[in-house]
């Protein structure tokens, strides 16, 4: 066997092409001594076996035979003119880097002091001028085993760093949207606080919040099975969803079914998103929430600072079951300004001490029992939470919010990025919506939409949308429902008012609901009429813009806010047809 047979040896299928590539040349040995006849010797054994060898007579010459011959194996004689072998060693080290090039000294005779001085100077091993031919042949074929498992684990290395290069630059770019998902203009609100702190990069705890075009607050919190990329995977369809629907002011039972229905489609067996989501109209004092599968959300009382109320979970996770089988539907409480609202992921009342215990949610509720001011309770739970915990390392992904009930807070990013509408131009449009309608879904956002759509009054859609929304609801509440707007005075009487709004609209039988649309060019704008009618037996409304006039109590405020955004506010009929015309111009160009 000569070393040629011996230098493409069998290697893994897995290895580089460009290794096996390089394994099949021919080894390429320096042989450098000033004793021609021992060089001769040597240079006819490595010819005879396959090498390639190129000789050099002294130390300098070796040096410059192996920058311009880059050879695979170097034999060179510990005694040598100009520069000594063991200079020789150091300077191809040098040279060599991070390449594995074997140099073998050459002695006369076999010394311990030699070998000792050979490895001091960097070299491999040593042969004896008189070393027997099998032993010369036995060492170099073992220095060539070691270059190709060398070859090869650099090959693996380089592709290693390559393949690090790529994934670091993936999760730059998966950070970097993930950020934006999570980080939400809603998010700046000055009554929000949170800490999000995830055991990885990535994580499953989700945290969102968004206005509806009236000006409620949502807030979504949810948190995915397991940790890292592989949770945070859905966080993404879940943020476009929930943004754009509230947007578009969809309420939060249809955000919930349509968040459910995605994930329905979108994950694996075994993964679901535990969620909370919750709607807050502080300038009403209402709290209306959905809990499916994530810790109990608790208020805290301003003015008793205790804890007054709590929404427990009440639905399946997210992604679990059918959306026809899942309940989506909201509770809703009275709350009052300065209340604090919060919640958590499990990761708050799961997180362990040293010794193993867990916080628990008892622990957490004790901290609403101390009484503590309103303003200091979420830095008095993350104290107490990170004085449990101590130096145990962070086992699952924290999540938790505080909320203040605040009615001057509004969207902070109100008319931000709004598309200029497009130059007016005259259409109208209607709807009629049955009591079946009335009752299976909210119809605003979706007229909201066709208006967006037809004449792209972005930058209006707020005012558009509180107009269309409070002649919509009294249509509904006062013209097809009955209800008496005195129900909302006293304590406790907007919750008492929607209760019995719900129990009025699912005993309905009969009625409808007509809008119309229709828009006008006027000036540099546009004039946009919007007449909402329903079949109920109708009211005085002299007497109820009179109230309004007066702001008698906690009701007729919308009547004043039609009036303060629109041209003109005109009743006919039995006081059940309402028209208001809102004119409006490019509202950037006016700046």
């Not at 369809?237 to 919930?256: L, R, S, W, Y």
């Not at 509004?410 to 008319?415: D, L, T, V």
């Not at 405020?557 to 028209?579: D, F, M, V």
């Amino acid at each position: 066997m000569n070393a040629r047979e011996l230098a493409p040896a069998p290697a893994s299928p897995s290895m580089p092409s460009n290794v096996l590539a390089h394994l099949n040349q021919r080894l390429k040995v320096l042989l450098a001594d000033h004793d021609v006849a021992s060089r001769d010797t040597l240079q006819s054994l490595l010819q005879q076996e396959g090498y390639e060898v190129v000789v050099a007579a002294d130390g300098a010459a070796a040096v410059s035979a192996y920058m311009r011959e880059h050879p695979d194996v170097v034999l060179v004689a510990a005694m040598l003119p100009e520069m000594d072998g063991y200079q020789v060693t150091e300077y191809i080290r040098a040279l060599s880097g991070d390449s594995f090039v074997p140099v073998l000294l050459l002695y006369p005779l076999p010394d311990e002091e030699a070998l000792n001085a050979c490895l001091a100077h960097g070299g491999n091993d040593f042969l004896t001028k008189s070393s027997p031919p099998a032993l010369i042949k036995a060492k170099l074929e073992s220095f060539a085993q070691m270059r190709r498992l060398y070859h090869a684990v650099r090959s693996q290395r380089d592709e290693l760093a390559q393949h690090n290069r790529w994934l670091k630059r993936e999760y730059e770019i998966a950070e970097g949207v993930f950020a934006k998902v999570m980080h939400s203009s809603g998010l700046q609100a000055p009554n929000l606080k949170y800490l999000v702190s995830p055991q990885a990069i990535f994580n499953g705890d989700l945290l969102l919040a968004a206005y509806r075009p009236s000006g409620e607050m949502h807030l979504l919190m949810g948190d995915f099975t397991g940790h890292g990329l592989s949770a945070a995977i859905g966080t993404i369809p879940v943020a476009d969803i929930f943004n754009g629907m509230t947007a578009k002011g969809f309420p939060i039972p249809e955000i919930v079914a349509e968040i459910n229905q995605k994930l329905q489609r979108i994950l694996p067996r075994g993964v679901f998103f535990a969620a909370a989501l919750l709607e807050l109209d502080a300038k009403n004092h209402k709290l209306s929430a959905w809990v499916g599968g994530v810790p109990d959300i608790l208020i805290y009382g301003a003015q008793s600072k205790s804890l007054t109320g709590r929404f427990a979970s009440k639905s399946f996770p997210l992604g679990v079951i059918e959306t026809d089988q899942l309940d989506c539907q909201v509770e809703s409480m009275e709350v009052q300004t300065g209340d604090r609202i919060f919640l958590c992921t499990d990761g708050v009342s799961e997180a362990r001490n040293p010794q193993g215990a867990m916080f628990s949610q008892a622990r957490l509720e004790q901290c609403f029992a101390r009484g503590h001011e309103p303003a200091a309770l979420f830095e008095h739970i993350l104290m107490e939470l990170d004085q449990f915990r101590g130096t145990q390392q962070q086992s699952d992904d924290v999540t938790l919010i505080e909320v203040t009930v605040d009615p001057s807070v509004g969207n902070p990013q109100a008319a931000a990025g709004a598309l200029a509408p497009r130059p007016a131009s005259a259409w109208s449009a209607s709807f009629e919506f049955g009591c079946d309608s009335l009752k299976g879904y909210d119809p605003l956002p979706v007229m909201m939409q066709v208006l967006l759509e037809t004449q792209r009054l972005h930058q209006h859609k707020q005012r558009i949308y509180m107009v269309l929304a409070e002649l919509f609801l009294n249509a509904l509440e006062h013209g097809l429902l009955r209800l008496d707007s005195a129900l909302k005075e006293g304590a406790g009487g907007f919750g008492a008012y929607y209760k019995e709004k719900e129990l009025r609209l699912s005993q309905l039988k009969q009625g409808a609901i007509k809008v119309q649309f229709q828009h006008t060019v006027k000036g540099s704008g546009g004039q946009l009429t919007i007449r909402v009618e329903d079949s109920g037996p109708g009211f005085d409304f002299e007497q109820r813009l009179q109230q309004a006039g007066g702001q008698q109590g906690a009701h007729g405020r919308g009547l004043l806010l039609i009036h303060s955004l629109c041209e003109s506010l005109t009743y006919s009929g039995a006081g059940n047809i309402a028209e208001a015309r809102y004119v409006w111009a490019d509202i950037r160009s006016e700046g």
